[in-house]
């Protein structure tokens, strides 16, 4: 059974950086894309960023690009989200979340709050 | 990127009553659309991929339909559990995109 943990949100001043950690337990870390999906308060899913199983291909959404980077360790069944120039408006749940065999989201973590505020 | 809307926002519906949410799709995404369902405090989790797939361990009374732009999620006999935000996915091309949700609230 795959559980994904994430771990490292918090209060952050705008302007600060934040890493995200999402650790993953079952099988087969390596053998799958994982994607990060944030959802302000009352609102509906947001992609964020992907992915590919070995690392070597990586995608941000418009309104993080230049800002936020995805990273994984394989060896350590671990998934990262690096957010730097934080703004307000990316306040909300960020979760982790693998494919299944094929382009949707089989596994969701619990999700970490992020709240950008002074 | 594909704009996903869907209708309608919020559904007051009685148990045993049919539910029937759609999903429009900004321009074709084949069969690349999924649907989630998310309870308070909860993460979304996945009932249907591929437009038409039952994902494993969903009750039957969900089920997909639909190709293109336009597609359908419908619960046959809504039961007191299926209180809950459901959104639409589409997978066809990054940014992947989701719908704003419909809300269905039991009466």
């Known amino acids: 059974q795959v559980q994904l943990v994430e771990s490292g949100g918090g209060v952050v001043q705008p302007g600060r950086s934040l890493r995200l950690s999402c650790s993953a337990s079952g099988n087969s870390f390596r053998n799958y894309a994982f994607h990060w999906v944030r959802q302000a308060p009352g609102k509906g899913p947001e992609w964020v960023a992907v992915i590919s199983s070995n690392g070597n291909n990586k995608d941000v959404a418009d309104s993080v690009r230049g800002r936020f980077t995805v990273s994984r360790d394989n060896s350590k069944d671990t998934l990262y989200l690096e957010m730097n120039s934080l703004r307000r408006e990316d306040t909300a749940v960020y979760y982790c979340a693998r494919v299944g065999y094929g382009d949707y989201l089989e596994y969701w973590g619990q999700g970490t709050l992020v709240i950008v505020s002074s | 990127e594909i704009l996903l809307t869907q209708s309608p926002g919020f559904q007051s519906v009685s148990p045993k009553e049919r539910v029937t949410i759609t999903c429009r799709a900004s321009q074709s995404i084949g069969y690349n659309l999924h649907w989630y369902q998310q309870k308070p405090g909860q993460s979304p989790k996945l009932l249907i991929k591929y437009a038409t797939e039952s994902f494993s361990g969903v009750p039957s009374r969900f089920s997909g339909s639909g190709s293109g732009t336009d597609f359908t999620l419908t619960i046959s006999s809504l039961e007191a559990e299926d209180a809950a935000t459901y959104y639409c996915?589409?997978?066809?091309?990054?940014?992947?995109?989701f719908g704003q949700g419909t809300k269905v609230d039991i009466k």
């Open positions: 996915h589409q997978s066809m091309s990054l940014p992947w995109t």
